[in-house]
């Protein structure tokens, strides 16, 4: 029903910056939510941010708040993660979810993109 591809990961060392984009491929309403989350080695999955597709109201973590902007284009389906001020502990692989607005949980997900930050 829902498929989802995100790119843009890769190496970059601490302080730099990467943009995350996440294709939305099935029908899209303006109630839903679209999220990106991380899971890093040895760690549980994480909640990085969320976006809602109709009034583009916007959830972050605290642990990026300030250094991570989620953002979407409604007329290409994609949802962007702009990361900047990368820090070590921001490694992981981050995954694209998406959520329809009546459930309590992200249902649909991505296959995931590589974040490394180095030292």
């Known amino acids: 029903q829902v498929q989802l591809a995100e790119s843009g990961g890769g190496l970059v060392q601490a302080g730099g910056s990467l943009r995350l984009s996440c294709a939305v491929s099935g029908r899209t309403f303006s109630s839903d939510s679209m999220g990106w989350f991380r899971r890093a080695p040895g760690k549980e999955r994480e909640s990085v941010a969320s976006?809602?597709?109709?009034?583009?109201?916007?959830y972050y973590g605290d642990s990026v708040k300030g250094r991570f902007t989620i953002s979407r284009d409604n007329a290409k389906n994609t949802v962007y993660l702009q990361m900047n001020n990368l820090r070590p502990d921001d490694t992981a692989v981050y995954y694209c979810?998406?959520?329809?607005?009546?459930?309590?949980?992200?249902?649909?997900w991505g296959q995931g993109t590589q974040v490394t930050v180095s030292s």
């Open positions: 979810a998406a959520k329809a607005g009546w459930r309590s949980t992200y249902n649909y």
């Open positions: 976006i809602t597709w109709g009034d583009g109201r916007t």
